[in-house]
């Protein structure tokens, strides 16, 4: 099988640099960089393999990113990019793109991607909470009570679950909007990330300045301490900016 050049990502350096996560596949291979134009892709050997979307080879991929962001600004390469060799990256990438990747370093410069994800925790209180807030979910819930004919109390039921949802939904909304705002202003840029589950409220990529991470994160500690027990939050970063910059690269 051909042996090609997987690559992680676009850095701006002259100086050849190592790293020392290991490349993707579990061989071990060096991670290093290749330079053209004051530019560097940051790669490791590799075959010319599709690789799967597997845990290790993510995590993989990841701790390269991860590591190599700690001394440079750096333009994720989109996963599974492999290059036949370093003159192609060189010459298709590094030199034919070299204006574009200059711009997005000099935009992503000096920002991080943190990100925040919030989920209740105790859903029984929360449809409560839901119904209790919602007077025609009550009332029609009260008069159900009351009905003895089986078909409609088995369609009151589809509808007293179809008006919880629908409230349910425009609770979480609101609840989402509120974190939202309280987190917004400390950012220059942020992703809305779609959210699963009854549970799971918010889930958002914040592009942020580093001069400003201080800052973020005491917010995220004020909130936690306003949501108490009932929302929590799950906090991480600063890792790469891959909500807001990815490198595709078609050879």
């Known amino acids: 099988m051909n042996e090609g050049k997987y690559i992680y990502a676009i850095i701006e350096t002259d100086e050849p640099r190592e790293f020392t996560a290991p490349g993707i596949g579990g061989m071990g291979n060096r991670v290093y960089t290749t330079h053209s134009n ?23 991929h990841q701790k390269v990113l991860e590591e190599v962001m700690k001394g440079f600004t750096v333009l994720p390469v989109r996963y599974c990019t492999i290059a036949e060799d370093e003159e192609k990256i060189k010459q298709k990438l590094l030199k034919a793109r070299s204006r574009e990747f200059k711009d997005l370093l000099a935009e992503m410069k000096g920002k991080v991607e943190l990100g925040v994800r919030a989920f209740w925790t105790d859903m029984n209180a929360i449809f409560t909470e839901t119904i209790e807030e919602n007077p025609p979910i009550r009332q029609l819930k009260d008069l159900l009570v009351q009905e003895t004919n089986i078909q409609r109390q088995y369609a009151g039921k589809i509808k007293i679950g179809q008006m919880v949802q629908k409230a349910l939904e425009e609770k979480k909304k609101t609840e989402a909007q509120e974190l939202l705002v309280a987190l917004k202003p400390l950012s220059v840029d942020l992703r809305e990330r779609k959210v699963y589950g009854d549970q799971n409220i918010f889930n958002t990529a914040f592009l942020v300045e580093k001069t400003k991470d201080r800052e973020f994160d005491e917010k995220i500690n004020e909130l936690e301490k306003k949501l108490g027990q009932r929302t929590k939050l799950k906090y991480f970063g600063p890792i790469p900016p891959c909500n807001f910059v990815e490198v595709a690269v078609v050879w």
């Open 38 to 60: 004051g530019l560097a892709a940051v790669v490791s050997s590799s075959p010319m393999v599709k690789y799967p979307v597997s845990r290790d080879n993510t995590m993989a």
